[in-house]
């Protein structure tokens, strides 16, 4: 049996938000597993074993990505998803790509606004996910997840957060990483913002399989590409 490492990360509750739902999808996650089918031997999973550890780090741009770069020596992960909270958000919003800039309006966690400016003063502009959005996105399509792709995750922690993990995946030999924004958690239909619970954690899974498939070869597609 082949077996993986998933990393999701999540976020300390933010913006006056009480429920977080970066703190508790990758937490209910991990605890349920993403098994696929052992007797249909057409799921790419059925012989895979995925063991997905969950990690809640502080709206800090000073202790996020370190305390993350602690989990991921410690664990080796093959794919890693990180996730945040973008308040407007109706629906998931898949991140193509992490920027090479803070630039924060309010305080983090610290009481810090960092200075204006490059997160890697020698890094590149910018780096693309590694995660198979399309093939993601297909998979929420399926499962009547509202989604769309988003080109940027803002200048705030999450997308300083989102620079660095690319950064330590450039480094690696094989690990695919990412970041994925999910909306406010409402349990009723509301037609701007919000999804409910259950709704985020079938999507996290959804992301996780495919994330799983597209490493282990099954998903052809490039991942920015149609
Ligand atoms: N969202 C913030 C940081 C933590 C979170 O959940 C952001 O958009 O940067």
Redesign the pocket.
Do not use: E, Q
């Given at each position: 049996m082949t077996k993986l490492t998933v990393v999701m990360s999540?976020?300390?509750p933010?913006?006056g938000v009480e429920v977080?739902p970066?703190l508790i999808v990758p937490r209910t996650l991990a605890a349920q597993g993403v098994a696929g089918n052992p007797d249909d031997y057409d799921d790419p999973l059925h012989d895979v074993d995925v063991t997905i550890r969950s990690v809640i780090l502080p709206?800090s741009f000073g202790s996020?990505w370190p305390q993350l770069e602690a989990v991921l020596e410690r664990e080796h992960p093959d794919i890693v998803i990180a996730?945040?909270?973008?308040?407007a958000a109706r629906g998931i919003l898949l991140e193509r790509c992490a920027e090479n800039l803070k630039d924060a309006e309010k305080p983090?966690a610290d009481n810090v606004i960092p200075e204006r400016g490059p997160i890697d003063e020698s890094g590149p502009a910018a780096y693309w996910t590694g995660l198979p959005l399309r093939a993601i996105l297909q998979a929420f399509a399926r499962d009547n997840i509202p989604a769309t792709l988003s080109s940027d995750?803002?200048?705030?922690?999450?997308?300083?957060?989102f620079y660095h993990l690319e950064n330590w995946a450039s480094r690696q030999d094989k690990a695919l990483a990412g970041f994925v924004?999910?909306p406010l958690v409402n349990e009723q239909p509301h037609p701007q913002h919000g999804l409910p619970l259950d709704q985020q954690v079938t999507a996290a899974r959804d992301v996780v399989r495919q994330s799983a498939r597209y490493f282990l070869g099954a998903v052809k597609s490039p991942s920015l590409l149609p």
């Open positions: 999540g976020f300390d933010y913006d977080n970066s709206v996020a996730t945040g909270l973008k308040r983090d995750a803002g200048t705030y922690v999450c997308n300083a957060l924004n999910l």
